[in-house]
């Protein structure tokens, strides 16, 4: 499934390289899906224009448009995508890449020319050219079902899952892989010539730029590409100071921006990306997945039509994979953390009770969260916490309007959680896995947080049976959706709202309210035509 997007008015409103400060970028939604409706999440904008169902509208009913109205500064800027937030859409397929790219005079600063690298790596390992034109390519690399969303999250929400979640059939590339029909478990239509390697061409004499996005359900993926490094200059939007790996993990939910960097002579024609998930992060077995799926690599033309016989890096050292809390800003003044105000405590876990059919719900603080689509909150005289809605107000108490708060999360589950915040970045401060038993965070033993500010990120892994320090600057008024990126806990209820300055809600958020209220009187007109 896929949405209809005005591709003239999105051309003309964000031309890369075009944009001015406070540029009005339009993304225009046509709801044409026949079996549900729709909304969609963006990077940026206004509360009302956030596009979490239930939250700050109701969803799109089918047939019918809406148009999504993001302001962007000239400081805005990097890998974002956008999604639907209603349902299991996105595993779906209802999902793009939304690359917003500098305006000409921050090119430069955007994109880094020098690198602070070990020497060794420095002699080592050279671009093939310094030409200043650049090749920008998107990867789209996420897990795949051969199943609708919604028989994967009813199998999930079933006495016969016992809790554990969906193992997915296969890894995509753009929405390509080839795949042995023979090993598939479900009952599916099958088509073995259909499948394509996914193939992408480098230009010799380039920069080549690899935008990474993890549009997936549940797999944190490996990624790697043979005899060649990936200079990493942006996470999550944000431009960090380069670093040099061989291998990088994308949880669901992330964004990398990456170049590309050749360290052989010239051996080979094409080379293997490698697509890799971990047997240990599922709880049971599929046969159907190939565990390292490929992509190609070329650069230009391939002289030889055969698949590539490169080799994969053998024995990768722990330093030479991304370290997600080392990641520095670009920009020194951004380095400068500031104390936090207060702090929040979290537990989140999915359990499975009596009370709810032994079926498995997530939880955050004993609540999981269940969205009323035809009464959002944004629409309410009111923002209260419910049994069904954790809402938990951040207040200030001077004059700046932003307060910094530490968030400590706690994963009592035995499986990692990718977390994202709407709204906001946060600064990952610190993260813990306990070898043994649980890892909660102890009052009385705590940890060293660091003193300059890491790369800010709007997604990151909690680990498993362990926990994680944020530290976020809360100053943008709206009720801000934080939640698991694994789509099933998610849809299941690990979710809850960060109601920012609600005294200062009505006057931010007055058109998220007008079209609250229009898409409720238009959700409820549909209805009543269906019955």
């Known amino acids: 499934m896929d949405p209809s997007i005005d591709e003239q008015s999105w051309a003309q409103d964000c031309l890369p390289g075009n944009m001015q400060p406070y540029q009005l970028c339009l993304l225009f939604i046509r709801g044409s899906?026949?079996?549900?409706?729709?909304?969609?999440?963006?990077?940026?904008?206004?509360?009302?224009?956030?596009?979490?169902?239930?939250?700050?509208?109701?969803?799109?009913?089918?047939?019918?448009?809406?148009?999504?109205?993001?302001?962007?500064?000239?400081?805005?800027?990097?890998?974002?995508?956008?999604?639907?937030?209603q349902s299991t859409q996105l595993s779906d397929g209802l999902f793009g890449a939304l690359i917003i790219h500098p305006p000409a005079s921050l090119a430069?600063?955007?994109?880094?020319?020098?690198?602070?690298?070990?020497?060794?790596?420095?002699?080592?390992?050279?671009?093939?050219?310094?030409?200043?034109?650049?090749?920008?390519?998107?990867?789209?690399?996420?897990?795949?079902?051969?199943?609708?969303?919604?028989?994967?999250?009813?199998?999930?929400?079933?006495?016969?899952?016992?809790?554990?979640?969906?193992?997915?059939?296969?890894?995509?590339?753009?929405?390509?892989?080839?795949?042995?029909?023979?090993?598939?478990?479900?009952?599916?239509?099958?088509?073995?010539?259909?499948?394509?390697?996914?193939?992408?061409?480098?230009?010799?004499?380039?920069q080549n730029i690899i935008r990474l996005i993890n549009p997936g359900s549940i797999a944190e993926i490996h990624?790697?590409?043979?005899?060649?490094?990936?200079?990493?200059?942006?996470?999550?939007?944000?431009?960090?100071?380069?670093?040099?790996?061989?291998?990088i993990t994308i949880a669901p939910g992330q964004r990398y921006a990456l170049e590309v960097v050749r360290a052989d002579e010239?051996?080979?024609?094409?080379?293997?990306?490698?697509?890799?998930?971990?047997?240990?992060?599922?709880?049971?077995?599929?046969?159907?997945?190939?565990?390292?799926?490929?992509?190609?690599?070329?650069?230009?033309?391939?002289?030889?039509?055969?698949?590539?016989?490169?080799?994969?890096?053998?024995?990768?050292?722990?330093?030479?994979?991304?370290?997600?809390?080392?990641?520095?800003?670009?920009?020194?003044i951004a380095r400068v953390?500031?104390?936090?105000?207060?702090t929040l405590m979290m537990y989140v876990t999915t359990m499975i009770r009596t009370a709810t059919g032994n079926r498995p719900f997530g939880y955050i603080n004993q609540t999981t969260w269940k969205p009323n689509l035809t009464n959002p909150i944004l629409a309410r005289n009111e923002f209260v916490s419910s049994s069904k809605e954790l809402i938990v107000p951040v207040n200030v108490g001077n004059t700046s309007n932003s307060i910094v708060l530490d968030i400590i999360v706690n994963n009592l589950e035995?499986?990692?959680?990718?977390?994202?915040?709407?709204?906001?970045?946060?600064?990952?401060?610190?993260?813990?896995?306990?070898?043994?038993?649980?890892?909660?965070?102890?009052?009385?033993?705590?940890?060293?947080?660091?003193?300059?500010?890491?790369?800010?990120?709007?997604?990151?892994v909690i680990p498993a049976k362990g926990h994680a320090i944020f530290r976020v600057r809360f100053d943008t008024p709206g009720m801000w959706l934080f939640h698991c990126h694994v789509l099933v806990h998610l849809q299941s209820g690990m979710a809850m709202i960060f109601d920012v300055l609600s005294d200062l809600v009505y006057f931010f958020c007055v058109a998220g309210l007008q079209i609250a209220a229009k898409w409720l009187v238009m959700h409820r007109a549909v209805r009543a035509v269906e019955l």
């Open 337 to 342: 953390l500031p104390p936090a105000d207060e």
């Open 108 to 206: 430069e600063k955007a994109r880094p020319h020098q690198d602070e690298l070990r020497s060794e790596r420095s002699l080592r390992y050279r671009r093939t050219s310094q030409s200043s034109s650049v090749l920008d390519q998107v990867m789209l690399v996420g897990d795949w079902y051969h199943r609708s969303g919604k028989e994967v999250l009813d199998w999930y929400q079933s006495l016969r899952s016992h809790g554990n979640e969906p193992v997915p059939d296969a890894i995509l590339n753009n929405g390509l892989q080839v795949f042995n029909c023979s090993k598939s478990i479900a009952k599916i239509i099958c088509d073995p010539k259909q499948g394509r390697t996914p193939t992408f061409r480098l230009h010799p004499q380039h």
């Open 223 to 247: 990624i790697s590409l043979d005899s060649h490094l990936f200079r990493v200059i942006e996470a999550d939007g944000t431009p960090i100071q380069p670093v040099i790996v061989k291998e």
């Open 414 to 460: 035995d499986g990692p959680h990718p977390f994202h915040l709407h709204g906001h970045h946060f600064w990952p401060l610190y993260t813990y896995e306990a070898v043994m038993g649980a890892g909660s965070y102890k009052w009385e033993r705590p940890p060293t947080l660091p003193t300059t500010a890491p790369a800010l990120r709007d997604t990151f």
């Open 266 to 332: 010239g051996k080979y024609d094409g080379f293997w990306l490698r697509q890799r998930v971990n047997y240990e992060d599922f709880k049971y077995p599929n046969v159907a997945l190939d565990l390292e799926s490929k992509s190609i690599v070329t650069y230009g033309p391939r002289r030889d039509l055969n698949l590539p016989s490169s080799q994969s890096w053998s024995d990768i050292k722990a330093e030479e994979r991304l370290d997600p809390l080392s990641l520095q800003p670009l920009d020194q």
């Open 33 to 85: 899906l026949k079996i549900s409706s729709v909304s969609i999440k963006h990077p940026a904008g206004n509360n009302s224009q956030d596009g979490a169902a239930g939250v700050t509208q109701c969803p799109i009913p089918p047939g019918a448009n809406h148009t999504y109205r993001v302001y962007l500064s000239s400081e805005q800027y990097g890998t974002f995508w956008y999604h639907s937030h």
